[in-house]
């Protein structure tokens, strides 16, 4: 086993890094859909969902940088291009939405996506002894619970 200059298997790390790359392009399509809905959202709940939406693209944004900085910690480089994005998204793609019920179950969707990939590097770094990669998903897997869960209720009470 060869082992980079922070300790880890330098194979485990290329597929790490390789994986974190796909969160990476998944979060930049999550963050641009997020993005459009502060844009778009009409109704009655605009005043709500407009500050809720920007909250949750200042969060998303924030992610991305930490996704981005750990693959250069792994000793590879970031996606950064619009059309890696699109080539690995996975994330659903949300165009011209303005009406809350959709707008929110988009976010429902697209973090359900995110949380699979997040639990696949969780189960591979814990395998890496990669314990920045894991304590970083392990956090982001906690956040996103919460806020499928709060989405959900939300979506509950307006059915």
């Known amino acids: ?6 300790g880890l298997d330098i194979q485990k790390t290329k597929e790490l890094a390789s ?5 990476l392009a998944n ?6 859909n997020l993005r459009g809905l502060h844009w778009n959202i009409k ?3 605009f005043f709500d969902l407009h500050v809720k939406f920007e909250e949750l693209y200042t969060d998303a944004n924030m992610k991305v940088d930490l996704i981005a900085e750990r693959v250069l910690t792994l000793g590879e480089t970031p996606l950064h291009t619009f059309t890696d994005y699109i080539k690995h998204a996975q994330v659903p793609v949300g165009k011209n939405i303005s009406q809350d019920e959709k707008a929110v179950t988009l976010i429902v969707d697209s973090l359900s996506e995110l949380l699979k ?6 189960n591979k770094s814990g395998d890496a002894n990669d314990e920045g990669t894991n304590s970083m998903m ?6 996103q619970e919460k806020t499928v869960w709060m989405m959900k209720a939300w979506l509950s009470e307006t059915v």
Not at 19 to 23: I, K, P, Q, R, S
Not at 117 to 122: G, H, N, P, T, Y
């Open 138 to 143: 392990s956090d982001f897997i906690t956040e």
């Open 117 to 122: 990939i997040e639990r696949a590097i969780l």
């Open 19 to 23: 994986d974190l790359n796909n969160l």
């Open 1 to 6: 086993m060869t082992l980079n200059s922070i």
């Open 27 to 32: 979060f930049q399509i999550y963050y641009q």
């Open 43 to 45: 109704g009655k709940r």
